[in-house]
């Protein structure tokens, strides 16, 4: 094994044992990624109700298994920043695929998003006249909250 794949997986463990920390810490999450029970139950594979080594590092695993983007045994930093943006992306497609999916089969269709479309443009029209205009956005006149989905 060459030195620049040692330090690539030592990077990788310490990386993954920072980010893997949030097991121990039991304070809630502001929102972004999962929460720290969630993980804990994710990489409990036997619903044992606790964690061994080879289940924490198939947790592990699991988000670097597909890093090796040209498949030649090593994983650069290049090749975790691309899988990290697309495991970002992919969170963020569930999310809207989610929010959008009215029949909850995974899929969006045109009618569906049409559909979402017009409920948040009703919420946003405020005096129900049809249009949208700047003091009914949210933020503005004391609106003050993020218009919510």
Known sequence: MSKSTKIAIAFLALAGTAGTSAFAVAQPSRGQGMKPQMRFERADADKSGDVTFEEFA???NERLVNADGNTDGKITVAEVADQIQRMRAERMAERLIKRFDANGDGELTKAEIESRQK???ALMDRNDDGKIV???MPGRN?????FQQ
């Open 119 to 121: 409920k948040m443009f």
């Open 142 to 146: 004391g609106h003050g909250k993020r």
């Open 134 to 136: 700047k003091d009914e």
């Open 58 to 60: 198939a947790a592990m």
